[in-house]
C-alpha cells in the first residue's frame, strides 16, 4: 500500500501564530483529505483535495500531485484548532484509504 | 446533508458477550468502511463494502464480523473480543472510487471497552 508521513508530528502553538503541516504520500493518487480529529474522536473534513489549492477562512491546502505532497496551513491559530490533523488518500485501485501519521497540534493563549 | 451516524456511542462489553455496532448514510454513498483506532494511531481499515458486497478484510479476526444489509446500513457484530480490541471504531461512508468527488465521511465513533 501507499506509505504516508506527516510532519512535525507534534507541534505547539501560541495563540495566534501560524503554521505548515505537510503530508508526503509515496505514490500517485486521486483521492486527498485533510482532517481534523477534535478531542472526542470526531473526524472532521477539512478539505478534499487531490490537486491545486483551496482555501476556508483561517485555512488553506494546496496539494502538488506531481511531487506527491501536500500541505495544511492554519493561519492565526486559536485554541479550538488544537487536535490530531490527519492526511489521508486513496486511488482507483480499490475503495481503500490510508492514513498518514497524524500531527498533534496544541495551541495555548 | 453529509452525516454518518453511529450506534452506541459508548459500549462496555465482557469477554463472552455479543453485540453490534450500527452506521448508517444517507447521502447515497455506495462505499461504506469500518476502522479502527487507538489512542495516538491513525485509524486503521478494517472492512470496505462497496456496493453492499465486502470488497475489502484487512485480515481482521473472526470475531469481528461486519454485515451491510442494504446501501445505507452497515453492521459491526462483535463476539468473544479481548481487552486488546478496546479502541475507537469510526464507520465512514463515500462514493464509489471512480466517482467525484471520492472523498469520505465519517461518523462520531463507537468508544468501545472490553473488560
Known amino acids: 500500500g501507499i506509505q504516508v508521513e506527516q510532519s512535525p508530528p507534534d507541534l505547539i502553538l501560541q495563540e495566534g501564530a501560524n503554521s505548515t503541516l505537510r503530508c508526503n504520500f509515496s505514490?500517485?493518487?486521486?483521492?486527498l483529505q485533510w482532517f481534523h480529529q477534535n478531542p472526542w474522536g470526531q473526524l472532521i473534513n477539512l478539505f478534499y483535495?487531490?490537486?491545486g489549492t483551496k482555501q476556508n477562512g483561517r485555512l488553506s491546502a494546496t496539494t502538488v500531485a506531481t511531487e506527491r505532497y501536500s500541505l495544511l496551513y492554519i493561519s492565526s491559530s486559536q485554541t479550538t484548532d488544537s487536535g490530531v490533523y490527519f492526511c489521508?488518500?486513496?486511488?482507483?485501485?480499490?475503495?481503500?484509504?490510508?492514513f498518514g501519521t497524524g500531527t498533534s497540534l496544541t495551541v495555548i493563549p | 446533508d453529509t452525516e454518518v451516524t453511529q450506534t452506541p456511542k459508548h459500549l462496555v462489553m465482557g469477554m463472552t458477550n455479543k453485540k453490534s455496532l450500527k452506521c448508517e448514510q444517507h447521502?447515497?454513498?455506495?462505499?461504506m468502511y469500518w476502522y479502527k483506532q487507538k489512542a495516538k494511531k491513525p485509524p486503521e481499515l478494517m472492512f470496505v463494502?462497496?456496493?453492499?458486497?465486502?470488497?475489502i478484510n484487512e485480515s481482521v479476526p473472526s470475531r469481528f464480523s461486519p454485515e451491510c444489509p442494504n446501501s445505507s446500513l452497515l453492521n459491526l457484530h462483535l463476539h468473544a473480543l479481548q481487552p486488546e480490541d478496546s479502541a475507537l471504531y469510526l464507520c465512514?461512508?463515500?462514493?464509489?472510487?471512480?466517482?467525484?468527488?471520492?472523498?469520505?465521511?465519517f461518523g462520531p465513533g463507537t468508544r468501545l471497552t472490553v473488560t
Open positions: 489521508a488518500v486513496g486511488t482507483n485501485t480499490g475503495n481503500q484509504f490510508y
Open positions: 505514490d500517485s493518487v486521486n483521492n
Open positions: 447521502m447515497g454513498h455506495r462505499a
Open positions: 463494502y462497496s456496493y453492499e458486497k465486502l470488497s
Open positions: 465512514a461512508s463515500s462514493r464509489d472510487q471512480f466517482d467525484s468527488p471520492y472523498e469520505q465521511y
Open positions: 483535495i487531490p490537486s
